[in-house]
């Protein structure tokens, strides 16, 4: 029995340690990649449905590995949080999108009332210095404050809410715009709504899903929180639309915005300044 119990400590011991070794690599070729500059910027546009036009666009980062090709950021952005390279990352992603802003700025007219939006992980909003950072990118390209949007979680103001709180009022003081990305995911308080300055919530695509028919229930709660964001005026966007009849009964409950596979894709940069150009 003794023998039979090692035996499966070490089959045990032995799955860890290969997943901490993967683990490992991956970090450190990650810190690698960043110096490299093997990460890359795609972005997906977020369309105004009443104005027929892009009203903004999400940076969502690639990581351009020399062997494994286009890798995702779920294979990649939890473990840059667990080591805190995500705060370099993070601040890269910030860089990067604001001088891409403003060189469409500069090169496309239809550029010209563009926004775009940085997601930022909990790890981030909890650095002193976040505020300088997105401070610094911002100030470095020339923009505006109003340009910008950070993207969080609603799993972000529950941590360690005082320091958030403060962070977040700091930032809505810079002029960035505050968004709660996957929103209705978190199971938190909607009270949050009330002490943070948030002036979109992007409707997670798992709400949208079963939008079109009568049986799934997500009509009534995504014309819930429609009505709820519209009495409070913070703006709507809903996420992951892949069907034209999602996206009628969206236009049906008077949505302004939307963003899915339906209307654009993640796109590289050249191809987003082609769809700005029409
Ligand atoms: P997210 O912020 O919720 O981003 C939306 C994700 O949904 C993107 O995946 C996008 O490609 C995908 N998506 C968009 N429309 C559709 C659709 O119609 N159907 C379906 N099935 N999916 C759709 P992506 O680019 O793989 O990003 C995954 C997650 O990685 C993001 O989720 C975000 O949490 C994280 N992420 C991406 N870039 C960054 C970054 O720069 N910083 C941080 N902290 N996280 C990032
Ligand atoms: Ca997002
Ligand atoms: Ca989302
Ligand atoms: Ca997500």
New binding site residues.
């Given amino acids: 029995a003794k023998e039979a119990g090692r035996g499966r400590y070490e089959v045990f011991d032995e799955g860890m340690r290969a997943r901490a070794v993967a683990r490992l690599q991956v970090e450190n070729e990650l810190r690698r990649a960043l110096d490299r500059e093997e990460l890359q910027?795609?972005f997906?546009p977020i369309h105004d449905l009443q104005a027929g036009r892009i009203a903004s666009c999400?940076?969502?980062?690639?990581w351009n590995h020399p062997e494994r090709g286009l890798v995702?950021?779920?294979q990649f952005?939890p473990i840059a949080?667990e080591s805190g390279l995500?705060v370099p990352?993070?601040a890269w992603?910030l860089q990067r999108a604001c001088r891409q802003l403003a060189r469409w700025r500069r090169s496309v007219e239809a550029a010209d009332s563009l926004r775009i939006t940085?997601?930022?992980?909990a790890r981030?909003v909890t650095q002193p210095d976040i505020v300088d950072t997105v401070a610094e990118a911002i100030e470095e390209a020339g923009l505006d404050p109003q340009d910008i949007g950070l993207?969080i979680?609603e799993h972000v103001l529950i941590e360690d809410a005082q320091t958030t709180a403060d962070t977040l009022r700091r930032l809505q003081r810079l002029g960035v715009r505050l968004v709660i990305?996957?929103f209705g995911t978190g199971y938190s308080s909607l009270s949050y709504l009330k002490r943070y300055p948030i002036e979109v919530l992007?409707i997670d695509?798992s709400f949208i899903d079963g939008i079109a028919d009568d049986e799934s229930g997500d009509l009534a709660i995504v014309t819930a929180i429609v009505r709820m964001a519209s009495a409070l005026g913070v703006d709507v966007i809903p996420?992951?639309?892949?069907t034209e009849a999602q996206l009628q009964a969206l236009r049906d409950l008077g949505c302004q915005y939307a963003?899915?596979?339906?209307l654009d894709?993640?796109l590289p940069p050249e191809e987003l300044e082609a769809r700005l150009r029409g």
């Fill in positions: 910027l795609f997906q999400e940076a969502l980062v690639r995702g950021p779920d952005i949080e995500i990352l993070g992603v940085v997601n930022l992980s981030q993207e979680t990305d996957d992007k695509r996420e992951g639309v892949e963003q899915g596979f339906l894709r993640p």
